[in-house]
Nanobody
Framework: QLQLVESGGGLVQPGGSLRLSCAAS????????IGWFRQAPGKEREGVSC????????NYADSVKGRFTISRDNAKNTVYLQMISLRPEDTAVYYC?????????????????????RGQGTQVTVSS
């Protein structure tokens, strides 16, 4: 079993920045790729980013490329999502999750992300 807990969400003005954290426990976190997805009210889950177990493979949705950066510190069992140049359309609940099959796949972005474990989510609101 893997437990994931997100933190770092909040209210920020357009153009602002936030850093989300995802703390893992209950299992060996570096056995899992970790992804972030978001869900806005009335919308389907949207894959945002994913990082491989070693941290050597990173990928992003087109909508966040150049603005979001994913990283992980396996010594701290924590994955981060640094977000800059935030836009109102980034407003959503953000979740970290362990993708099914423990790898980052293109399907994370092409359909509703599938996962084995996820956290409770953290709200990000971008508004003036």
């Amino acid at each position: 079993q893997l437990q994931l807990v997100e933190s770092g969400g909040g209210l920020v003005q357009p153009g602002g920045s936030l850093r989300l954290s995802c703390a893992a426990s209950g299992s060996t976190a570096d056995d899992y790729a970790i992804g972030w997805f978001r869900q806005a009210p009335g919308k389907e889950r949207e894959g945002v980013s994913c990082i491989s177990r070693s941290g050597g493979n990173l990928n992003y949705a087109d909508s966040v490329k150049g603005r979001f950066t994913i990283s992980r510190d396996n010594a701290k069992n924590t994955v981060y999502l640094q977000m800059i140049s935030l836009r109102p359309e980034d407003t959503a609940v953000y979740y970290c999750a362990a993708p099914r099959f423990r790898v980052c796949r293109s399907s994370w972005y092409t359909r509703a992300p599938e996962y084995d474990y996820r956290g409770q989510g953290t709200q990000v609101t971008v508004s003036s």
